[in-house]
């Protein structure tokens, strides 16, 4: 449902945008951990308006350039991309469905504190997280084209969509590559007066759709055996016997989910309870919640019971790496029915096609 503003609100549209101290680091969620399912009475149910809306012009060229990156990584394979995953892989209809990880929900879900390396991140910086452990590659520069025009991306979709929600006519504004680059969820962010009364900070970070929908824990403990099964009867078809999907003139457009081309130890994927929320939700492709609970736990257990590419983070042992990073739901580190430890035999990090 669209909420409409009151007109002193969209008189105000083309207004300057309100500055403040930008939110400390302990203000701000750790965007590593999971979030509660936001209720939707209470945030924007946003819909990103269609590709055809791009704009002209140098802020549209960007725009359709971070499209590109975004739904075709491989253009930026050996440089920041070391695997055959696309940004798409992991965030469906190029980074537009909810409850899909969405890009437009995380650009107003940024700056934000994450444990993971232990700072506050602009947008282009969790970008760069992105390409470091799920592209298992290496993060393309904050103030470079590629990131800018990923950013450009995913505020275009967020800023469009929530100018429909909230009945604002208008293309959406043009902002600068450093304004871009850090990411919606500050009070200094150069948004539509209108806006930043009907949407302040606090609740940008909120957006429903956002991430994915948490599980539940299964009525059983997840089990790899049982997901083997699982994903011979339900996921083999796309992705292959080995797990390595399938090629389309030298594209992956059915990716590979273990082995030396598939995310990192590192990846947020390889969480088995972050895999089978993706995998309920958005699995198998075209027909969402087809699995029950129990089996999109279990096959995520199973995929992420294979090896993978190291953690780039990994220094030599990877017990210390467990004990450090790995304390999740995750094998990094284990041994399962007495075979070798995960991650002692891992595959390289930011391999080159020559290598």
């Known amino acids: 449902m669209k909420r409409k503003l009151p007109a002193a609100l969209i008189t105000a549209f083309n207004a300057a945008a309100i500055t403040a101290t930008p939110l ?17 009475e209470m945030h924007p149910v946003i819909v990103p308006r269609p590709l055809e809306r791009i704009p002209t012009g140098e802020f549209g060229d960007k725009v359709r350039l971070g499209y590109r990156l975004f739904v075709n990584s491989q253009l930026l394979r050996d440089r920041y991309v070391g695997n055959d995953l696309s940004c798409v892989n992991c ?11 969405p890009l437009w929900a995380a650009y107003f879900a940024y700056p934000a504190y994450r444990k993971k390396n232990d700072k506050v991140n602009s947008f282009a910086e969790r970008l760069q997280g992105c390409f470091t452990y799920s592209t298992n590659g290496e993060g393309p520069p904050v103030g470079g084209a590629e990131a800018i025009a990923l950013s450009a991306y995913a505020y275009w979709l967020g800023m469009g969509g929530l100018m429909d929600f909230y009945e604002l006519d208008g293309s959406v504004p043009a902002i600068s590559d450093e304004e871009l680059v850090k990411g919606g969820r500050r009070e200094d962010f150069p948004m539509p007066v209108a806006l930043k009364k009907a949407l302040p900070v606090d609740k940008r970070a909120a957006l429903a759709g956002r991430g994915y929908p948490p599980l539940q824990n299964p009525p059983e403990a997840y089990s790899p055996e049982r997901g083997q099964q699982v994903y011979v009867e339900h996921c083999l078809l796309c992705h292959g016997a080995d797990g390595q999907g399938f090629a389309s003139a030298g594209v992956h457009t059915l990716p590979p989910l273990w082995g030396p081309q598939s995310y990192n130890w590192g990846a947020g994927m390889h969480r088995i309870n972050t895999a089978a929320s993706f995998i309920y939700e958005n699995m198998p492709l075209g027909k969402s919640i087809q699995l029950t609970q129990q089996q999109a736990w279990d096959v995520a257990a199973y995929i992420n019971s294979r090896e993978r590419p190291q953690d780039p983070r990994f220094l030599g042992d990877v017990e210390k790496l467990r004990k450090k990073y790995h304390h999740h739901q995750c094998y990094y580190g284990q041994s399962l029915d007495g075979g070798e430890i995960l991650g002692s035999e891992a595959f390289a990090d930011f391999p080159r096609r020559g290598d």
Do not use: F
């Open 91 to 101: 965030h469906m209809d190029a980074g537009r469905r909810a409850n899909s990880a």
């Open 24 to 40: 400390a680091a302990q203000e701000i969620l750790d965007r590593q951990e999971p979030l509660p399912p936001p209720i939707e």
